[in-house]
């Protein structure tokens, strides 16, 4: 029998960030997290006829991760359990406050638990400021609500600084074609016009897409879009090569994306007793431009990972690589093509090595960055943990489909630089920084020896 005792109202806990393109949970995981204290230490009397269940299924929920609420109130498989302990465990979730009803009964050697979540819309207003070096100072608006439609998550996020200008919105349905197969519209709308860089770009996005999530480890997920990419405002000094490749592309694409792996929970890098190890792999696959003259592919591939070494040491491994290819009648142009530095490669100035003519640097067809860094706690320091590290990266951008009849030496050149990090917290805000300094380096590469992110959020 489903039990429905009276109870207070359940707040409104706040809900967690949520990266683009990534499926929300855990909203009211703090609910039932605050009866672990209290109920699940509740004492159950004996009874006769007693069951073990070789298996725990949880249905109904939406925003309560299924394991809060089987580490609860201590809901696992090979424990004796007999009606009346079954009436105790309804009775410890209905104390969360975060359910309207809740009913556990066996079927065969499986105990079912159903729940039905008290009806909320948790969300939040964010405002903040982000100071970067490389963007300069940017203020930042954020909007997330649950249920924004019936069992539809749905975000928007506002970006301004001097140089880029951007406006993304999410909605993401989890289960809307069946277990595990969830649908995501993105959109958006990115203006830049850098100092450094000879052209001014606006970039207009549609993209629904379905994500299939068998498990916390995988996530594939495919979509087919609409993207219009206008690149204007080209110096009249600048590149030919630049020129030449002015104007607007408006056409649908596809994509198809893989994300594998696990991340450490959160805190653990400063918990000598957590599991600090951790992997993920990410692939993204894109077909930009489809039926225009200027189709191309896009491949990109990013790994990570955290090793724990003896001594509260971590090494952190990295490597991101890219491939941008025409398969139309056009060449790539320099708003399809890469563009890594700094804080993707330290050492080196965002839009400043590779293939470059007469001081304008033209992106390249192909890149690749290496990381490997070794970091460490140092303790509290204000009240704050603080982290250290040494790194060294190493890569290149290089290949354009026209160089210029030779003129432009677009071949691949290896760069690296070594330094120090340091991560902290100056109250609410987090800080990260490091220095660098290029070991090899080709003429012409510009530096950026120092990066500071700063973000602070009301």
Known sequence: MARSPARPEASDPAAAPRPMGSRPRGPLAAGVAACVAGLAT??????????VYDA??????RFVPEADIRLAC???PGIDLT???LTYLEDCLMATGVFSAVAIRGEGSTLLVDVTEIPTRPGRIEAGLLYDSEDGPTASLYFERYDLFPGTFGAVTLDFSAEAQSIE????????????????LDMGLRRSDYDDQGFAQERTLFGPYLAWTPGEALRLEFGLGYRRDRMHGVDDDASPLLQAEEGTVDAPYLRFGLRYGSTPAEGAANDPTADRGGFSVSLDQYLWGLGSDNAVAETR???????ALPGRFDLLLGFDAGVVASTGDEDTRAVDRFYPGGAAFRGFAPRGLGPRDDGDFLGGNRYAVASIEVQRPLGDVFGSPMRAGAFVDMGSVWGLDDDLGGAIDDGQHWRSSVGLTLTFDIGPAPVSLFVAKPVNSE???????????LTTRF
């Not at 725990?56 to 929920?61: N, Q, S, T």
């Open 74 to 76: 201590g809901l696992e």
């Open 56 to 61: 725990v299924e949880v249905r109904g929920e």
């Open 301 to 307: 591939l990013s790994t990570d990972s955290r090793v």
């Open 42 to 51: 509740v004492a159950l009397p004996p009874l006769a006829a007693a069951r």
């Open 169 to 184: 919105t999410s909605l993401y349905r989890a289960d809307a074609f069946g277990p595990d197969l969830d649908f995501g």
């Open 443 to 453: 003429r012409g590469d510009k530096e950026q020896n120092f990066g500071l992110s």
């Open 83 to 85: 009606e009346r302990d």
